[in-house]
């Protein structure tokens, strides 16, 4: 445990003289809110690749594999096919027609004032969602990691959220970019190491690695010894709704990830939208390699270390750290979970920056104070001072919620969240002439409440636990779930999309917003018009 130690406190030490170089230059809103635009295509590529794989690619989808099998790998299909969308929808023309935040783009042919208010709050929430996920990896890990020290969950907590706040507060959009990348290249090195040795441990035949997976023996919670084949689906998505999640998970994960702020702030931190492109090809052949080497972490796992050692040893978050231990031993242990951790912050880092600048750009600076700064730097001191506020928030929901939630699952609740707010009122504004103010404000409204409301009479948070259950397994609600899925992505998105259709064939036609319809497909497509600064 003392490896462990000097591991983190070493990569504390580098990320923190990161954040002192970057807090040097990063004085002007550019230089914070977007790094000055200076990002190459393979430098914002790896970090997009390192904000995406979080704490639930890493821990949470081992976990679910470990746990669930095929079901399990789902996760993994739909985070890796969700990059599509990003490619193919929204990388190029959100660099060219925005400045810092998703808003921007909205409000480049609508009424700004409502349509920011919306958006910011839809930023918030999605963000919020992604955070907590992020947190309860972080305590667990932390917890299991440091155990003999005594130090608590909520301790772990509270610790990574404070360093979490100051790399945002001091080194801005610079500092969390380069600790995304320093992450990224971590974690990639680290999963393939853990995949040879996987593989290794079966003498690199996958006949003996996938025999071994299709008879998986563990306890069930009765106590009676079973053996389940774990490339048979239906261990997780079981009858009479099983199909119906998994659908509603996929569209959640595909359509989300064009959604979620964090993503999305990234693109305007290159100098043009060609260099959009060229980031967005990086991460997907880093995020493709990831996302397939899962499946040796996950059944890895399952085949080697067992369920029942990973229930007693800190639960489903634990299955990848606790795979390099039985393989690597202490050294290989402490270097994956100091890899996990890395991951943790690097995430956490740049979603608290997506949603303090949204706060600050979006509704400070344009709602309350109509486009226009009172004083010179109160848009980056506001954007500091929500960093605070998130992050407290975050981590009183990842203490209330416990270590026992998995992440990937808490996580796969705000791509839906941004699935069925963000996106479809950033594809009708770019694609549809005849969109509105009042269709933007009402589908950001009706995806978010929909989305949020569905998860709080989900079973994810309404159901009836047995008596032997405890403490933070236990669920919030103790009653019958009203709405059957895990995931509200199957109801929640096409009612995203029809309150911002619906919205916009009730309201007035704005011809100033029509108008402007054509400058503003130009300039996505082709960039014309759009700065190096990124502004309009």
Same mark, same amino acid.
């Given at each position: 445990?003392?490896?462990?130690?000097?591991?983190?406190?070493?990569?504390?030490?580098?990320?923190?003289?990161?954040?002192?170089?970057?807090?040097?230059?990063?004085?002007?809103?550019?230089?914070?809110?977007?790094?000055?635009?200076?990002?190459?295509?393979?430098?914002?590529?790896?970090?997009?690749?390192?904000?995406?794989?979080?704490?639930?690619?890493?821990?949470?989808?081992?976990?679910?594999?470990?746990?669930?099998?095929?079901?399990?790998?789902?996760?993994?299909?739909?985070?890796?096919?969700?990059?599509?969308?990003?490619?193919?929808?929204?990388?190029?023309?959100?660099?060219?027609?925005?400045?810092?935040?998703?808003?921007?783009?909205?409000?480049?042919?609508?009424?700004?004032?409502?349509?920011?208010?919306?958006?910011?709050?839809?930023?918030?929430?999605?963000?919020?969602?992604?955070?907590?996920?992020?947190?309860?990896?972080?305590?667990?890990?932390?917890?299991?990691?440091?155990?003999?020290?005594?130090?608590?969950?909520?301790?772990?907590?509270?610790?990574?959220?404070?360093?979490?706040?100051?790399?945002?507060?001091?080194?801005?959009?610079?500092?969390?970019?380069?600790?995304?990348?320093?992450?990224?290249?971590?974690?990639?090195?680290?999963?393939?190491?853990?995949?040879?040795?996987?593989?290794?441990?079966?003498?690199?035949?996958?006949?003996?690695?996938?025999?071994?997976?299709?008879?998986?023996?563990?306890?069930?919670?009765?106590?009676?010894?079973?053996?389940?084949?774990?490339?048979?689906?239906?261990?997780?998505?079981?009858?009479?709704?099983?199909?119906?999640?998994?659908?509603?998970?996929?569209?959640?994960?595909?359509?989300?990830?064009?959604?979620?702020?964090?993503?999305?702030?990234?693109?305007?931190?290159?100098?043009?939208?060609?260099?959009?492109?060229?980031?967005?090809?990086?991460?997907?052949?880093?995020?493709?390699?990831?996302?397939?080497?899962?499946?040796?972490?996950?059944?890895?796992?399952?085949?080697?270390?067992?369920?029942?050692?990973?229930?007693?040893?800190?639960?489903?978050?634990?299955?990848?750290? &606790?795979? *390099?231990?039985? #393989? %690597?031993?202490?050294?290989?242990? $402490? /270097?994956?979970? !100091?890899? +996990? @951790? =890395?991951?943790?912050?690097?995430?956490?880092?740049?979603?608290?920056?997506?949603?303090?600048?949204?706060?600050?750009?979006?509704?400070?600076?344009?709602?309350?104070?109509?486009?226009?700064?009172?004083?010179?730097?109160?848009?980056?001191?506001?954007?500091?001072?929500?960093?605070?506020?998130?992050?407290?928030?975050?981590? &009183?929901? *990842?203490?209330? #919620? %416990?270590?026992?939630?998995?992440? $990937? /699952?808490?996580? !796969?609740? +705000? @791509? =839906?969240?941004?699935?069925?707010?963000?996106?479809?009122?950033?594809?009708?504004?770019?694609?549809?002439?005849?969109?509105?103010?009042?269709?933007?404000?009402?589908?950001?409204?009706?995806?978010?409440?929909?989305?949020?409301?569905?998860?709080?009479?989900?079973?994810?948070?309404?159901?009836?636990?047995?008596?032997?259950?405890?403490? *933070?397994?236990?669920?919030?609600?103790?009653?019958?779930?009203? /709405?059957?899925?895990?995931?509200?992505?199957?109801?929640?998105?096409?009612?995203?999309?029809?309150?911002?259709?619906?919205?916009?064939?009730?309201?007035?036609?704005?011809?100033?917003?029509?108008?402007?319809?054509?400058?503003?497909?130009?300039?996505?497509?082709?960039?014309?018009?759009?700065?190096?600064?990124?502004?309009?």
């Amino acid at each position: 445990m003392t490896t462990a130690l000097l591991l983190f406190l070493i990569f504390i030490f580098i990320t923190l003289v990161i954040t002192y170089w970057a807090a040097r230059r990063s004085s002007g809103a550019s230089a914070f809110f977007a790094a000055s635009r200076r990002i190459t295509g393979w430098q914002n590529g790896v970090a997009v690749a390192g904000d995406y794989m979080s704490a639930a690619s890493f821990l949470g989808i081992a976990g679910i594999i470990a746990y669930q099998g095929y079901d399990g790998f789902m996760f993994s299909v739909g985070w890796l096919v969700a990059y599509l969308t990003v490619l193919l929808i929204v990388a190029e023309p959100l660099r060219n027609a925005g400045k810092y935040t998703m808003a921007d783009v909205l409000a480049y042919r609508l009424s700004p004032r409502p349509v920011r208010a919306m958006a910011s709050l839809s930023t918030l929430t999605v963000s919020t969602f992604y955070m907590i996920a992020q947190m309860v990896g972080a305590g667990a890990l932390v917890t299991l990691l440091l155990k003999d020290s005594g130090i608590s969950y909520q301790t772990a907590v509270i610790g990574v959220g404070l360093l979490m706040i100051v790399y945002v507060v001091f080194g801005g959009m610079l500092a969390t970019t380069w600790v995304q990348i320093i992450k990224a290249i971590f974690l990639i090195a680290g999963t393939v190491l853990l995949s040879i040795l996987v593989l290794a441990h079966f003498d690199f035949s996958f006949g003996n690695f996938f025999d071994a997976i299709s008879r998986v023996t563990y306890h069930d919670k009765d106590g009676a010894e079973v053996t389940k084949d774990f490339l048979t689906p239906g261990l997780r998505f079981k009858p009479p709704y099983g199909a119906l999640d998994l659908i509603s998970l996929g569209l959640a994960l595909i359509f989300g990830t064009a959604g979620l702020p964090h993503i999305l702030v990234r693109f305007y931190t290159v100098p043009d939208a060609k260099t959009a492109r060229v980031s967005v090809v990086w991460a997907m052949v880093l995020i493709g390699s990831f996302y397939i080497m899962t499946t040796f972490l996950g059944f890895g796992a399952a085949t080697i270390v067992g369920r029942d050692f990973i229930s007693k040893n800190g639960g489903t978050n634990m299955s990848a750290p &606790l795979l *390099a231990q039985a #393989l %690597g031993g202490e050294i290989f242990f $402490a /270097f994956i979970s !100091a890899i +996990a @951790f =890395a991951t943790i912050l690097a995430v956490v880092a740049g979603l608290t920056i997506s949603a303090s600048t949204s706060f600050a750009h979006d509704f400070y600076t344009n709602v309350i104070h109509h486009g226009k700064e009172r004083r010179p730097g109160e848009e980056v001191r506001v954007a500091r001072i929500t960093a605070f506020v998130v992050g407290a928030i975050s981590i &009183l929901s *990842a203490i209330l #919620l %416990g270590p026992a939630a998995n992440v $990937a /699952f808490l996580v !796969a609740l +705000a @791509f =839906a969240v941004a699935a069925s707010a963000n996106l479809p009122v950033i594809v009708l504004s770019l694609f549809w002439k005849r969109f509105n103010t009042r269709g933007a404000v009402m589908g950001l409204a009706t995806g978010l409440s929909a989305s949020i409301g569905l998860i709080l009479i989900s079973p994810s948070i309404m159901t009836i636990d047995p008596a032997t259950v405890t403490g *933070a397994a236990r669920h919030l609600i103790q009653a019958d779930p009203l /709405f059957p899925l895990e995931n509200p992505g199957l109801l929640s998105i096409p009612l995203g999309f029809l309150g911002a259709v619906i919205g916009a064939l009730t309201g007035r036609r704005e011809p100033q917003a029509e108008a402007k319809f054509a400058e503003l497909l130009v300039r996505a497509n082709t960039g014309i018009g759009a700065e190096k600064a990124g502004g309009h």
